[in-house]
Nanobody, 126 residues
Framework: QLQLVESGGGLVQSGGSLKLSCAASGFTLDYHVIGWFRQAPGKEREGVSCINSNGNAYYADSVKGRFTISRDNAKNTVYLQMNSLKPEDTAVYYC????????????????????WGQGTQVTVSS
């Protein structure tokens, strides 16, 4: 059974850091595009960062320079290192996996994703 499990969320002060993990089971991530998305209360889901099998990454403008996505295929895990966190980064963060149906940038802003994790809460206090 294909499963994605996020971890690493929590409460952090503004300016702090968190590292999210997305561990896959039931399938290998090697050929998939992996995305991190977030949804804050009352807001639409937003594509934060995505990475393809070649390591090409896309970042939303709101996180560029602060967040770094990486993947460890040997561990079947994708990470999102979040630095210089701001209160507006507060949201539930989800990871998703999908075959490469488009460019990594196009996929990150699309609704093409079929496989989702359950989400992890990130709260940044001011």
């Amino acid at each position: 059974q294909l499963q994605l499990v996020e971890s690493g969320g929590g409460l952090v002060q503004s300016g702090g850091s968190l590292k999210l993990s997305c561990a896959a089971s039931g399938f290998t991530l090697d050929y998939h595009v992996i995305g991190w998305f977030r949804q804050a209360p009352g807001k639409e889901r937003e594509g934060v960062s995505c990475i393809n099998s070649n390591g090409n990454a896309y970042y939303a403008d709101s996180v560029k320079g602060r967040f770094t996505i990486s993947r460890d295929n040997a561990k079947n895990t994708v990470y999102l290192q979040m630095n210089s966190l701001k209160p507006e980064d507060t949201a539930v963060y989800y990871c998703a996996a999908e075959l490469p149906l488009a460019t990594v940038q196009a996929m990150c802003v699309s609704t093409l994703w079929r496989n989702w994790g359950q989400g992890t809460q990130v709260t940044v206090s001011s």
